[in-house]
């Protein structure tokens, strides 16, 4: 097959034509597409670790921790730096390759800066890849974090232009793309995606993969999250989203943006070992591992291991890991975090 170009004026009817590709065909595409660039049989590994959880100001229709919505997630504050290391390498140990940290913010405050590069730089020596998402970054703020030493920067889409003010209202999709202006020209790599099954069109779906394909540059990392609904937040009762359509975007994300890491996210608790194969081979080639992403469940982290042998796969090795660590088996790395005192106050 000849060699994947990477693209950036994909338009609405090019992008509804591989979707409405026969279902075979379009992962055969997205598979072959994939082996240009990827070993098909490894999959890179990521932790999520909360470090700030609950509040937000932000009006996020899908998530638990905004302070909009009464849901039963409790609020809690700023990790403190020794535990995020702990955490790091302790998810170190059991294979992962990088280290996200997660804050629930509108954005990070001049008061929690010194906290949260110390954190990228202790995590960073420990020599795992770094990323955190903590909401809008100014110029300023994305080369404080790049002089910490962070690799990534999380900031999704979610979802189409056409679709977002039907999800957030605090937010204006212009501030999510400035905010990955700002992380690239600081030098850091961006990981963005975005959410399906929130009710939204396929024409959405298609809107929000034309806004990720055609940046500038390319994301390195693009997570496709499934919605979990969670009872209290405004998507808690909307339809579910066809499998089989999971799986197509998954596709249609790797053939037009060939070199970027597809990473199953959220959601993956309600697929089953089948439908989660069917994503790999589609494409997906990054898993977050651990008990809990941020506050939703995701598989256990042995569950995850055990497919990842059935298939004859194996973790995405990173320079001075051992073979023993990849196959040692994947344990959740996030700690009960009830105690206070594993937090100091960022309100």
């Not at 997205?30 to 100001?57: D, M």
């Not at 504050?77 to 990088?98: D, H």
């Not at 905010?179 to 959410?195: E, N």
Request: aromatic share 8%; with cysteine; glycine share 6%.
């Amino acid at each position: 097959m000849e060699q994947a170009e990477i693209r950036h004026n994909w338009t609405h009817e090019q992008v509804k034509a591989l979707f409405d590709m026969p279902f075979n065909d379009l992962l055969f595409k997205a598979a072959s597409i994939h082996r240009q660039h990827f070993n098909p049989n490894e999959v890179q590994i990521s932790t999520l670790l909360s470090i700030k959880t609950g509040a937000c100001p932000e009006d996020c229709k899908y998530c638990p921790q905004s302070g909009h919505y009464k849901t039963d997630l409790e609020r809690e504050r700023l990790m403190e730096v020794e535990k995020v290391v702990e955490q790091a390498r302790a998810a170190k140990s059991k294979g992962a390759t990088r280290f996200c940290m997660g804050a629930a913010w509108s954005d990070p405050k001049d008061r929690d800066m010194p906290y949260i590069e110390r954190m990228v730089r202790e995590v960073k020596e420990l020599g795992l890849e770094t990323c955190m998402t903590l909401g809008k970054l100014d110029n300023d703020k994305a080369k404080q974090l790049r002089g910490a030493g962070l690799d990534y920067y999380n900031h999704n889409l979610d979802t189409s232009p056409e679709y977002y003010e039907q999800i957030i209202t605090t937010r204006t999709y212009q501030d999510r793309l400035d905010t990955l202006d700002h992380v690239r020209d600081a030098g850091m790599k961006v990981c963005s995606g975005g959410i399906i099954g929130m009710g939204e069109q396929a024409s959405d779906r298609y809107g929000l993969l034309i806004q990720l394909a055609n940046l500038p540059k390319q994301p390195e990392s693009v997570p496709i999250n499934m919605l979990v609904k969670v009872k209290g937040t405004p998507l808690e009762n909307v339809d579910d989203l066809d499998q089989f359509e999971f799986i197509r975007t998954i596709a249609v994300a790797r053939i037009m943006m060939p070199k970027s890491y597809v990473r199953l996210s959220a959601g993956r608790t309600a697929m089953n070992e089948q439908m989660q194969s069917m994503c790999f081979f589609a494409g997906a080639n990054s898993i977050f591992y651990g008990d809990k992403l941020l506050t939703t469940d995701n598989p256990e982290a042995d569950a995850d291991m055990n497919l990842i042998r059935k298939l004859g796969m194996r973790p995405e090795q990173a320079q001075d890991y051992s073979d023993e660590a990849y196959e040692a088996s994947l344990s959740s790395a996030i700690a009960d975090k009830k105690t206070s005192e594993l937090f100091y106050e960022a309100t």
